[in-house]
């Protein structure tokens, strides 16, 4: 199993900003998923991000809007860029061991 | 990419009452697996299933993979007020999670 903690847990940003959302595992991962979920909607995948190269993004998501780091293999970072409302959502980091997945509890963004 | 239809979208039942939701693809499906939301929580593992026309059974919840490995069900025999949540079925290795049914339980 994984313990993943996000930080941070929520927060309320203007629009044209940017805010970075951090993912700590307490294991080393090959791959990190981040995922969105708005509200009252399923998850989406937005990117996998694989320790030393580039993350490889979804339909619809763009690493101009949606930059992602991984520098190390128990260690993401989300960045949603350039925010609008429509950006309000639950971001949550995500990690596989086996078939399993394990999500972190999540950040909840609201864009005014 | 594939999709998997979930129904129903809600349901709310008497404590007590059983529970169904059901995932449906147009393709046939390597895998399936079935995740709990608690509201305001996070998605948990459940279950992965596998082979075609398998059940498998954790306490009062029982899952089901079709035959054709195109459908799958989760099934709640005498849903308590710990069962309410949203339940998701998600397939395929980038796991793409079906719309969810939310289950809320009248005690």
């Known amino acids: 199993s994984a313990v993943i903690s996000q930080k941070p847990s929520r927060d309320i940003c203007q629009r044209g900003t940017s805010l970075t959302i951090q993912c700590q595992v307490d294991s080393q991962v090959t791959m990190m998923f981040w995922y969105r979920q708005q509200p009252g909607q399923s998850l989406t995948l937005i990117a996998t991000?694989?320790?030393?190269?580039?993350?490889?993004?979804e339909s619809g998501f763009v690493i101009d809007k949606f930059p992602i780091s991984r520098p190390n293999l128990t260690f993401s970072t989300l960045t949603v860029s350039n925010m609008s409302p429509e950006d309000s959502s639950i971001y949550l980091c995500?990690?596989?061991?086996?078939?399993?997945?394990?999500f972190g509890p999540g950040t909840r963004l609201t864009v005014t | 990419g594939q999709q998997v239809m979930q129904i129903p979208q809600y349901q709310h039942v008497q404590e007590g009452e059983d529970f169904t939701t059901y995932c449906n693809s147009s393709?046939?499906?390597?895998?399936i697996q079935w995740y709990k939301q608690r509201p305001g929580g996070h998605p948990v593992f459940l279950i992965q299933l596998v082979k075609s026309g398998e059940v498998k059974k954790q306490k009062r919840l029982t899952f089901q993979f079709g035959e054709a490995k195109k459908n799958s069900s989760l099934h709640i025999t005498a849903t308590q007020t710990t069962d309410v949540g949203t339940y998701f079925c998600?397939?395929?290795?980038?796991?793409?999670f079906g719309q969810g049914t939310e289950l809320s339980v009248k005690p």
């Open positions: 998600a397939q395929g290795g980038k796991l793409i």
């Open positions: 991000a694989n320790q030393g190269s580039e993350a490889t993004y």
């Open positions: 393709t046939t499906l390597s895998n």
């Open positions: 995500s990690v596989r061991f086996g078939y399993e997945q394990y």
